[in-house]
């Protein structure tokens, strides 16, 4: 499956933006999919990921309550609604699937995420 992602850009802190990732060739109704971003200097991370359904989510600590991740396998695309943003959420952020339905046994550093968009970045200023 083909991942492209958008919606990046430059934001204040405590602003919001919105990434899509939207897929082709296949659909992604049987992929869980995840958003990771890489700060510079540091390594990649999962901030989020959602199961094929949409009923099972993840996220890392420090976006929780200020970042929902949801899917719309109808129009075959995963969105990350992102509020109350802060500097340190700076990085380049790319969407990946995983094929494999649930979360279970999901591996946070993305080596079982066979599919990756080319990235997108969001930059927060102070």
């Known amino acids: 499956v083909q991942l492209q992602a958008s919606g990046g850009g430059l934001v204040q802190a405590g602003g919001s933006l919105r990434l899509s990732c939207a897929a082709s060739?296949?659909?992604?109704?049987?992929?869980?999919m995840g958003w990771f971003r890489q700060a510079p200097g540091k390594e990649r991370e999962l901030v989020a990921a959602?199961?094929?359904?949409?009923?099972?989510?993840y996220y890392t600590d420090s976006v929780k309550g200020r970042f929902t991740i949801s899917r719309d396998n109808a129009k075959n695309t995963v969105y990350l609604q992102m509020n109350s943003l802060k500097p340190e959420d700076t990085g380049v952020y790319y969407c990946?699937?995983?094929?494999?339905?649930?979360?279970?046994?999901?591996?946070?550093?993305?080596?079982?995420?066979?599919?990756w968009g080319q990235g997108t970045l969001v930059t927060v200023s102070s």
């Open positions: 959602i199961a094929w359904s949409g009923t099972m989510k």
């Open positions: 990946a699937a995983r094929d494999h339905p649930y979360l279970s046994g999901m591996d946070h550093k993305g080596s079982d995420f066979g599919s």
């Open positions: 060739e296949r659909p992604l109704s049987s992929y869980s």
